[in-house]
T-cell receptor
Framework: QKEVEQNSGPLSVPEGAIASLNCTYSDRGSQSFFWYRQYSGKSPELIMSIYSNGDKEDGRFTAQLNKASQYVSLLIRDSQPSDSATYLC?????????FGKGTRLHILP | DAGITQSPRHKVTETGTPVTLRCHQTENHRYMYWYRQDPGHGLRLIHYSYGVKDTDKGEVSDGYSVSRSKTEDFLLTLESATSSQTSVYFCAIKGLAETTDTQYFGPGTRLTVL
């Protein structure tokens, strides 16, 4: 089992709708969880971090964490064409941050 | 902008030649990382450093070495480049946001080994 798993997509969502991205992780000792966005040809940029069970909201983005189920999700409300990118889930283990392979999101105009 | 630069940004080299990539940070962060990113594999950790002269291996360290003689510089060396090392290489630092866990990435180096 991979340490961090994501559906590779592409996930196609109509503009204005909610995009839902999911991630599971294998190490129950993980304490920190992150979502990065990466545009083609660019470096990853952090959009959300979450450390405790529940929801965390930042503008149009909501991260959800369920440690019992080892599950992290990212919701993007009112999706915009500029949200089209690859979204990387990452988990902190010891001093290292382990990434999933990413989910490609395509917002349909 | 987390003050991270990488050099060179692009490099084409031949199999068997040595290659050194440089990561430079301006904000005195303790932790620095080297990743490679390949289609179908995502970001994979090569090596990381937790201080000057303190380094450790990641999941894909074979064929790579690193050095950190100053806080601000973290060097990645391919002693004898192979075509399988063609990739995009990202440096990252673990910086200050809500906590010290958060990583910020440099712009990347695209390496092609012919």
């Amino acid at each position: 089992q991979k340490e961090v798993e994501q559906n590779s997509g592409p996930l196609s969502v109509p503009e204005g709708a909610i995009a839902s991205l999911n991630c599971t992780y294998s190490d129950r000792g993980s304490q920190s969880f992150f979502w990065y966005r990466q545009y083609s040809g660019k470096s990853p940029e952090l959009i959300m971090s979450i450390y405790s069970n529940g929801d965390k909201e930042d503008g149009r983005f909501t991260a959800q964490l369920n440690k019992a189920s080892q599950y992290v999700s990212l919701l993007i409300r009112d999706s915009q064409p500029s949200d089209s990118a690859t979204y990387l889930c990452a988990v902190n283990r010891d001093d290292k941050i382990i990434f999933g392979k990413g989910t490609r999101l395509h917002i349909l105009p | 902008d987390a003050g991270i630069t990488q050099s060179p940004r692009h490099k084409v080299t031949e199999t068997g030649t040595p290659v050194t990539l440089r990561c430079h940070q301006t904000e005195n962060h303790r932790y620095m990382y080297w990743y490679r990113q390949d289609p179908g594999h995502g970001l994979r950790l090569i090596h990381y450093s937790y201080g000057v002269k303190d380094t450790d291996k990641g999941e894909v360290s074979d064929g790579y070495s690193v050095s950190r003689s100053k806080t601000e510089d973290f060097l990645l060396t391919l002693e004898s480049a192979t075509s399988s090392q063609t990739s995009v290489y990202f440096c990252a630092i673990k910086g200050l946001a809500e906590t010290t866990d958060t990583q910020y990435f440099g712009p990347g180096t695209r390496l092609t080994v012919l």
